[in-house]
C-alpha cells in the first residue's frame, strides 16, 4: 500500500533553516510526482512546491520562491523540503503528498502525516 | 482572501442533504478541473473528489461533486456524524502558477 512517512515534529529559532523530509513506499518512487503543503493552525491549506521524483525537476510557489528548496534522493525514495529564514509564520504543519494525473485530471491522491514546525517569535 | 471561496460553515442532521459550494474565478475553477478534500481533526487531508466529479477510491457515492462556470459543489447525502469534518476545495491556477485551495467549510451534524 502507499505510504508517505513524514519526518518528526522541528522547533527552530526565527531566521534558521528546516529540513524535512518524506518516505515513500508501496510504488515506483520515481513514476509519481511529490508536492509539499503547509498548513498554519487554523488556516486553509497551502501550497508550497513539487519536484518530479523521476528527473528532479521542481515548480514553487511565487510566495516561497527564493526561500525553498524541495530535492529527492532516488535511492532512498524520499524527498525532502527545506525552508530557509524561518519568520513565526512559517509555523505550520507541513504534508507531502502524490502527485496523480487521470485522465487529464491532477489531484494529490496520497498524503503524509504531516510534520509540525513551530518557529516561536 | 482566499482565492477560492467557501462558507465557512454548513450543518445539517443525520439523513439530510447538504451541499458546499466553491466559488473562483476564470485562472482557476473556470480553466480547470476541481479537487475536494476531507480533513478530519488532527489528521492529513483526504483525497474525496477529483475532476469536479469523479469520486476517490473508496469514498461512498453519498459524495458528489460538480461543476459550472466558475464555480464547483460538493453534495453529501443521507449525512452522517463521520461526515463532520473540514471540506476544502482546490483548483490549479494560472495567473498564480501554483494550486489553490479554498477558505475550508467546517460541517457540522446536529
Known amino acids: 500500500q502507499v505510504q508517505l512517512v513524514q519526518s518528526g515534529a522541528e522547533v527552530k529559532k526565527p531566521g534558521a533553516s528546516v529540513k524535512v523530509s518524506c518516505k515513500a513506499s508501496?510504488?515506483?518512487?520515481?513514476?509519481?510526482?511529490l508536492h509539499w503543503v503547509r498548513q498554519a493552525p487554523g488556516q486553509r491549506p497551502e501550497w508550497v512546491g513539487w519536484i518530479n521524483a523521476g528527473n528532479g525537476d521542481t515548480k514553487y510557489s511565487q510566495k516561497f520562491q527564493g526561500r525553498v528548496t524541495i530535492t529527492r534522493d532516488t535511492s532512498a525514495t524520499t524527498a525532502y523540503m527545506e525552508l530557509s529564514s524561518l519568520r513565526s509564520e512559517d509555523t505550520a504543519v507541513y504534508y507531502c503528498?502524490?502527485?496523480?494525473?487521470?485522465?487529464?485530471?491532477?489531484?494529490?491522491?496520497?498524503w503524509g502525516q504531516g510534520t509540525l514546525v513551530t518557529v516561536p517569535s | 482572501q482566499s482565492v477560492l471561496t467557501q462558507p465557512p460553515s454548513a450543518s445539517g442532521t443525520p439523513g439530510q442533504r447538504v451541499t458546499i459550494s466553491c466559488s473562483g474565478s476564470?485562472?482557476?475553477?473556470?480553466?480547470?478541473?476541481v479537487n475536494w478534500y476531507q480533513q478530519l481533526p488532527g489528521t492529513a487531508p483526504k483525497l474525496l473528489i477529483y475532476g469536479n466529479s469523479q469520486r476517490a477510491s473508496g469514498v461512498p457515492d453519498r459524495f458528489s461533486g460538480s461543476k459550472s462556470g466558475t464555480s464547483a459543489s460538493l453534495a453529501i447525502s443521507g449525512l452522517q456524524s463521520e461526515d463532520e469534518a473540514d471540506y476544502y476545495c482546490?483548483?490549479?491556477?494560472?495567473?498564480?502558477?501554483?494550486?489553490?485551495f479554498g477558505g475550508g467549510t467546517k460541517l457540522t451534524v446536529l
Open positions: 476564470n485562472p482557476n475553477i473556470g480553466s480547470h478541473t
Open positions: 482546490a483548483a490549479w491556477d494560472d495567473s498564480l502558477n501554483g494550486w489553490v
Open positions: 508501496g510504488y515506483t518512487f520515481s513514476v509519481y510526482g
Open positions: 503528498a502524490r502527485d496523480r494525473l487521470v485522465n487529464l485530471n491532477y489531484y494529490f491522491d496520497y
